[in-house]
């Protein structure tokens, strides 16, 4: 034919073979995630069944797609089919497997991995037909580059360490459907007066290609070689941008104690958080305390459940008459160790001291509590804003319960049966620890017993001194592992929240009482003496601490120091416990600063293998339809752009049985849309060249078309087969130069709802 040949996507697709290089990348990308998603820890699945099947079913899109359309309905059909009777037939078992592997993604696996062939199997499908579908169908590269892209930027939040395979897998698939894309395979392809104007590989497809070949080769090897760097450059960044939202919206200056756990980098601003003042010198840490946790969930704490406690007491003791009143038995335990300290028969006895505390927010909505102390208090010129704790420091505790003076003898049998009735209820209740999803840690204290509390505290120092470091900025825990067991068995680094949550667990898996407290902790060496003869500190986010406490006769909940000092070295002391005594345990039990492996073991952890840990599913009267009907749903979503190129091809078909004149008006329609040439009918002189400017179809073949088109509606004879032809061709040219110039939204509604192209 001379002139203009035109090859159609259709018939481009069902008129030959395409290359197998589509096949092979397209299975390059299905292979990539999948390898990426076996990277995830707790995940477990079947190579020999999940590949082989991913590779079958590209091979069928692919062969189906380029050789008939027809079948490659049918195919998508036959694919919604088997997996309706899939989810009717197998509902328990993917529901189950698809919740245990959403639990991976956000916090918490089994010990063992737990084999989702089944769900993955389903999961492939739905991956495989998607990237077809963008690929051949619309193709749009742009979508699947940034969720693979995205996906390995995550990996290291989600806990996956990518291997070299799986980055060459996506790279080679993320390059050459880029190039392709880019190199403008043209549905149409135009000789022109004997010479073949073919989209040849284009220069910007090829620079394309190379630069993302460089990024791909080079980014992973520099990441690794200069990691640590790269990391310090971050988190200066990250500390710039948290330190300047937190001052800009006021949250650096509000007094902050809970048991949310951060998973990232801790930023400070030494903004003043509390204002200290006390009428004797401190000689021993300030530990004020703001919140005491309870539960472990993975992620912090909950919030004490002393109430509870209290109550179980009361009903132990026979004391539920005394209500809420000053007898009560919250009451009552939170100055009994203050109280008793104060009517010991010692001659002159203990000093208490008093101790003023403001907040610079003003805020008093949570109150910092000092040990060993009592609520209120006389304070020279009155006060109007903080509030007063009488204390004692841990070194005047002194109680002696037969050394009291004989009018104190009835309360002292009432605190004596308290503490003794409290004792025996913190032991059920602060010895609870969620073992399912802290299966290292609690085969590790399973498979080193120790026998008294000094020994149990000298291994929890051993084991947090020779396995972690401390450093404000220990990276981002990933989103599937949990917090302590991430930062003592892989990451090593933490600071005070890391070390006190792992200590707490430790003790209570030792079945010592124990809970994490949060509030601020400040040295002697802070308190600086005015003009008035007091001693006053000032507390920025600096002193924000988290700690241990643990319950001692005599003594009740005391703090533990486990965070390591400057020289990397813990040095926690509670009555019957000190450093000498550390280094002498450690020694005797023969280990060394060196450090030991930390092997989680088999232990009384949960995670037996093929078991779902923390999933259960309630069925709901109606859930399983609905479940069914959202799956159908999702599946006629990936049927939508079939659909409409299936449309579209029909109407492209149609333009073969049009003539001159209605294909002309379709040419009009195209460039209204477009909004090139407005105001112009087509009769116009200069209507070919500047159509042929704006479009970059030849200015022959628009003139040719002008020509037929007005032979034909002025003329004393139709058009001739041949003129009829020329119009058509010229039309699916225009229509390709006119999609080049449009942007994206634009283009899928002249391609897909208008069908012009």
Known sequence: ME???????????????????????????????????ESLKGISFSRGIVYPAAALLCLAIWYTYYGSRRAYLILVSGAVVVYGIVIFGMEDVLREQIGYMANCVTGGMSLEPVDVTEAVLLLTELLTFFMAMSEFLIRSHTLLYLMTTLMLLMSPLLGIRVEAGTVLLLALFQISF?????????????????????????????????????????????????????????????????????????????????????????????????EVETDRRPEETLYLCGFVGNEYTGRGWTDSCDGEVFEAVEKELGWQVYGNGYFSVGNLF?????????????????????????????????????????????????????????????????????????????????????????????????????????????????????????????????????????????????LNEDIVEYFLFENGKGYCEHFAAAATLMFRLYGVPARYAAGYMIQPSAFGQQENGKWKAVATDEAAHAWVEIFLEDYGWTPVEVTPAGDGRIRASYPGFDNALFRQLTAQKGWNRAGQELSSGEGDSSGKKGQLPGFSADLEKYEKWLYAIGTFGVYSLCLVPLLLDYRRLRRLKKIETWGSRRVFFRILEMLHFAGILPGYDGTEADFAPRLAEETGVPEEVLFRMQEVVTEAAYGFSEASPEGESCVRKACLLLAEGIYGKLNWNRRLIFRYWKGFF
Request: aromatic share 12%.
């Open 178 to 274: 880029a190039v392709m894309q880019t190199d403008g395979g043209s549905m149409w392809r135009m000789p022109l007066e004997g010479a073949r104007m073919q989209a040849a590989p284009g220069k910007s497809g090829i620079l394309a290609g190379l630069l993302l070949a460089g990024a791909f080769l080079l980014l992973f090897p520099a990441v690794a070689l200069c990691a640590e760097n790269l990391y310090t450059f971050v988190y200066a960044v990250e500390s710039r941008v948290s330190l300047t939202l937190n001052r800009l919206s006021g949250r650096d200056s509000r007094t902050v104690a809970g048991g949310e756990m951060s998973r990232g980098n801790n930023y400070q601003s030494g903004t003043p958080h509390l």
């Open 3 to 37: 002139g203009i040949e035109i090859r159609t996507n259709m018939e481009e697709a069902e008129g030959k073979r395409p290359q197998a290089a589509y096949l092979l990348f397209l299975t390059a990308g299905v292979f990539g995630i999948l390898s990426l998603f």
């Open 334 to 478: 939170d100055s009994m160790y203050f109280m008793m300290n104060g009517y010991i028969q010692d001659g002159e006895g203990p000093v208490w001291r008093n101790l003023m505390i403001r907040h610079a927010d003003h805020d008093y909505s949570n109150r910092y509590v000092p040990y060993y102390s009592q609520q209120g208090g006389e304070w020279d010129g009155g006060f109007q804003d903080g509030y007063i704790f009488r204390y004692y420091e841990q070194k005047d505790i002194k109680i002696a319960w037969d050394q009291t003076y004989d009018e104190f003898e009835i309360i002292r049998d009432w605190y004596l049966e308290l503490q003794n009735a409290y004792a025996d209820e913190v032991q059920g209740v602060y010895t609870r620890v969620p073992v399912q999803i802290l299966p290292q840690l609690s085969a590790l204290c399973h498979n080193n017993p120790q026998g008294s509390l000094e020994e149990i505290t000298a291994f929890i120092l051993y084991t947090l001194q020779s396995n972690a470091g401390y450093t404000l900025t220990p990276g981002r825990t990933p």
